[in-house]
């Protein structure tokens, strides 16, 4: 890719405007399954289109466009294939971000298309496009609510490869994960931390498969999911309390509401652990910095400041302690104590 240094300022824009058309592509071939089709060899336009059921002139522009920028290859005798970047589209395999785009280009995209009302009003474009939240959106479209949190749990994947060797779990007898879905990443957590006790805890929606991922685990004994909304209660006096990407959902109002119940279930000397991106002041490219934008659009929520995190917690009754950073700039360790 070229230096930005070297290209015209007009160019270099150019390049960031039409971004949204390789996300376009990509969201379309993972539509189409294109990498699992290509999974055991490589095919051709045409076995593609019929296994698609595509216009196969069509299908090849958008495969020839992906290939320019390393998702695909195309051989001189026609033949296509997948590249480790273009395996992430793969289903069901770690690290796959397919479900990931097939939601930010799908149930996501026509609010970014509308962040200008969000700008100028301080409102949810995502409310504002679908008249319902994204919450109730998901619970009406099941298809779609599925396959979010397909993408959830691709993106657990990646907190867990992050947040696990950058911290000592071992010291606590009782883990809670609080919004914990599909239990993956506290049950990465208990396989670290042997002498350790779990619970997911979550909408009574989501115990059913939980219930199922953590048997199919062999963890039965040690780990148990928890029915409940954590607006109105958290399970109570467990050592440590995870709170893995639930407060950037929320505005100031909600998260410490949240913040609140985790005070009031916690016993002195339990310790939370907050698991987003933190926005360094400075400016400096991060990543978080555009996810923020995403949670004005969808959900109302942010990304936080080190200060902004600081005060939420010192307004719930709870101190402090420290921010570990991990490998990915997208998520960080924020340690609150109860005392």
Request: glycine share 8%; with cysteine.
């Amino acid at each position: 890719m070229n230096n930005p240094s070297q290209i015209p300022p007009p160019a270099q824009m150019m390049q960031m405007i039409t971004g949204f058309w390789t996300s376009c592509c990509i969201y379309t071939a993972a539509k189409l399954n294109i990498a699992d089709c290509l999974a055991d060899k490589p095919k051709t336009t045409l076995e593609l289109a019929e296994a698609t059921h595509c216009h196969a002139p069509s299908l090849y522009r958008v495969l020839r466009a992906l290939s320019s920028v390393g998702i695909f290859i195309e051989s001189e005798n026609g033949y296509f294939s997948t590249t480790p970047l273009g395996d992430t589209l793969k289903s069901d395999t770690p690290g796959s971000m397919k479900a990931m785009a097939i939601a930010q280009l799908g149930d996501h995209f026509d609010a970014w298309g509308n962040l200008l009302y969000s700008v100028k009003t301080g409102k949810i474009a995502f409310d504002y496009v679908e008249e319902m939240s994204v919450w109730k959106y998901y619970e009406t479209h099941p298809d779609e609510g599925v396959n979010f949190m397909k993408a959830m749990a691709g993106l657990t994947g990646a907190v867990i490869n992050n947040v696990l060797p950058a911290y000592d779990f071992t010291p606590y007898k009782t883990i809670v994960d609080i919004g914990g879905g599909n239990g993956a990443l506290l049950m990465a957590v208990l396989n670290i931390a042997p002498e350790s006790q779990g619970i997911v805890f979550d909408e009574e929606y989501v115990v059913n498969e939980t219930k199922e991922n953590i048997a199919a685990k062999g963890l039965t004994s040690r780990c148990q999911p928890i029915a409940g909304t954590f607006f109105d209660f958290v399970p109570k006096d467990a050592d440590c309390y995870l709170l893995k990407m639930i407060l950037h959902d929320w505005d100031d109002n909600g998260s410490l509401k949240i913040l609140t119940n985790c005070y009031h279930a916690m016993k002195s000397g339990s310790k939370l652990l907050i698991l987003e991106s933190v926005i360094p002041g400075e400016n400096i490219p991060h990543p978080g910095k555009f996810m923020d934008i995403n949670m004005l659009a969808m959900t109302g929520g942010k990304e936080r400041t080190e200060k902004e995190f600081v005060e939420l917690i010192e307004k719930a009754g709870l101190r402090f302690s420290k921010i570990i950073p991990t490998h990915s700039p997208l998520v960080s360790i924020v340690e609150a104590v109860k005392d």
